[in-house]
């Protein structure tokens, strides 16, 4: 009998044995592509990246980071990178043309400022003014349009710079890129027969166009007007998110651990750019960021409250996120792939 125990007791740890050996050998270097936008996006992950970070057991992490939106949604569209962090509308974009993708969490949240060298406390006192903009097909375009309408305040678009604005119509130039925003300020682009005093800039460029300006000769600019601020006064407070974290529901056919670990590390990471800015905004530098100017830059935009980092998992945020879809597709439903995103979209309820 003792020696028929002791044979199912070898036998039993064999089999745990492997088990745990069956186990060890899925979860070994499984290959995990990630793409990035560079800027304030990337910050979410800048740790994870980093040699700081020990990494996740079992998985084998490629980071791509791009400056080029484009090149993030012609590899969503073609399903390459397992994860992203992208604009909410691409995001949704990407599930709704069944690209399969699907929503884990907001790290980032509204980056969108008005800047100027004027002193300036309403969106009452842009009435006469114009502000120089950019994306007028993107969400910067629609959540700059959207608080004016929902402030009251009319807007005309002119299709040039040599028009005579309206005393009670705030007129918006697009330009191309944000980068050419930046520029026209800091040069002093004459728009409606005055010299550029309005831009609607994101961060880090929000804060770094201070100093980008003074050494052009033109000095005051900096941010007047928090647009995260303006659009959750009309919308019960709640505020809009600008990226999300996505991942392909490929990733549900494996090991929900491992998806699990990931975006736990993300959020994490997120974490670590609230509780050290600064650092977080070095390491990115030091890791081929061409947007981010210095992580003192990125310190002193946090410090101020215009880098909202919270990671908020999909179902807490799902209230603001379809208030902020729902606007951007009453104005342009192709923006979001033609139709809101299906309950599937948001991961984890």
Request: charged residues 20%; glycine residues 10%; without cysteine.
């Given at each position: 009998m003792m020696k028929k125990i002791a044979v199912l007791i070898i036998l039993c740890v064999f089999a745990v044995v492997l088990v745990t050996a069956c186990a060890e050998?899925?979860?070994?270097?499984?290959?995990?592509?990630?793409?990035?936008?560079?800027?304030?996006?990337?910050?979410?992950?800048?740790?994870m990246m980093s040699d700081n970070f020990a990494g996740i057991d079992g998985l084998d992490i490629t980071y791509t980071m791009t400056n080029d939106v484009d090149v993030l949604v012609a590899a969503l569209m073609n399903s390459e990178p397992d994860f992203a962090i992208a604009p909410i509308n691409i995001a949704a974009m990407m599930h709704t043309i069944g690209s399969g993708y699907r929503l884990a969490a907001i790290p980032t949240w509204g980056l969108m400022h008005i800047v100027s060298d004027r002193e300036i406390g309403s969106l009452e006192e842009l009435r006469g003014e114009t502000i120089i903009a950019f994306a007028r097909a993107g969400t910067p375009g629609v959540t700059l349009r959207a608080v004016l309408t929902q402030n009251g305040i009319p807007f005309i678009e002119p299709d040039s710079a040599d028009f005579t604005p309206d005393p009670d119509s705030v007129a918006i130039i697009y330009l191309t890129a944000p980068s050419d925003v930046r520029d026209a300020v800091a040069t002093g682009m004459v728009v409606g027969g005055e010299e550029v005093s309005f831009a609607l800039l994101a961060?880090?460029?929000?804060?770094?166009?201070?100093?980008?300006?003074?050494?052009?000769?033109?000095?005051?600019?900096?941010?007047?007007?928090?647009?995260?601020?303006?659009?959750?006064r009309n919308n019960a407070g709640e505020v809009y998110p600008q990226t999300a974290l996505i991942f392909h529901?490929?990733?549900?056919?494996?090991?929900?651990?491992?998806?699990?670990?990931?975006?736990?590390?993300?959020?994490?990471?997120?974490?670590?750019?609230?509780?050290?800015?600064?650092?977080?905004?070095?390491?990115?530098?030091?890791?081929?960021?061409?947007?981010?100017?210095?992580?003192?830059?990125?310190?002193?935009?946090?410090?101020?409250?215009?880098?909202?980092?919270?990671?908020?998992?999909?179902?807490?945020?799902?209230?603001?996120?379809?208030?902020?879809?729902?606007?951007?597709?009453?104005?342009?439903?192709?923006?979001?792939?033609?139709?809101?995103?299906?309950?599937?979209?948001?991961?984890?309820?």
């Open positions: 050998e899925i979860r070994e270097d499984i290959p995990i592509s990630v793409m990035l936008v560079d800027g304030a996006p990337g910050l979410s992950m800048a740790y961060e880090p460029v929000a804060t770094a166009i201070t100093g980008f300006a003074s050494n052009m000769g033109r000095e005051g600019f900096v941010a007047r007007i928090n647009l995260q601020d303006e659009w959750a529901e490929r990733l549900l056919d494996g090991d929900m651990d491992l998806l699990s670990s990931f975006i736990a590390a993300v959020e994490q990471s997120t974490n670590f750019v609230m509780q050290s800015p600064v650092e977080a905004g070095d390491l990115l530098v030091e890791l081929g960021s061409v947007a981010i100017p210095s992580g003192q830059i990125i310190g002193n935009a946090v410090s101020a409250g215009r880098i909202p980092m919270q990671f908020t998992r999909a179902p807490e945020a799902r209230s603001a996120i379809e208030t902020f879809l729902q606007t951007i597709f009453d104005e342009n439903p192709n923006l979001i792939g033609g139709a809101m995103p299906s309950d599937d979209f948001f991961f984890g309820g």
